[in-house]
């Protein structure tokens, strides 16, 4: 707060910086290079925008506790604490020592974060998967939490949302990482028959085991622009049906396109959106959570 009052805005001061400095390594932490339009922004205008490019448009990714702070009302989020943390089953060289460092970068147990909180005052139970965390991948404890997760808002009668951004399965947890998209795809059948919302947001990347699970189970499911949503890769796809992909194939608006999607939503909109179905289903009596 404090550091608020010595902070002056400081406007259209872009154009300002010499072009050769874009070709140079941009001062870490200051200055941040849009990865799409390849412009340099001041880190700080970029984070005010919730990490959308000012110059394109660009859906920068996003930390999980960014993802609390735009979207859960300020002192609402009380994180669900399961005190679980992996193994390392098939004896992967260097797996947990990977884990550990993550941990430390992220301030994250695990590639999702789970809570409760309100959004305009009405109460949910979120996930949310940081893609800084071994690329978001889903292993055990990651499945094992959102399935506890499901199980909370079932039992505290509040709608479900999940935040994905994902790899997809762990490849260092083998098969046990892809028990998960069967254990998480039962939670949300449980929940949704005892009457649950569930709202899913695509964010980049959302890939294999993930988007072929619990990201596309919502009642509701959204995207942001851009997000690259799918199951296989590009590549293993043209090679095994033998033909050529169109360029946007596998965007969210491709997805939209072919009614594999409800809505694709801005991020700077995407609370104002998520308070109107939320307020839809609150006054529909049967569907109140
Ligand atoms: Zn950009």
Redesign the pocket.
Known sequence: MLKDLFTKPKKKKYAAIPSEAAKQDVPEGIMTK?P??K?IMYTKDLQKNLKV?L??G?HLRMTAYERVESLIDEGTFQVLEDRISSENPLGFPGYLEKLEKDKKNTKLEEAVLTGTGAINGMNIVIAIMDSHFRMGSMGSVVGEKIARAIETAAKLEVPFLIFTASGGARMQEGVLSLMQMAKTSAALKMFSEKGGLIISFMTHPTTGGVSASFASLGDYNFAEPGALIGFAGRRVIEQTIREELPDDFQTAEFLLDHGQLDAVIHRLEIKEKLTTVLEIHQQEGELTW
């Open positions: 849009c799409e339009c412009k490019c110059h394109c660009h």
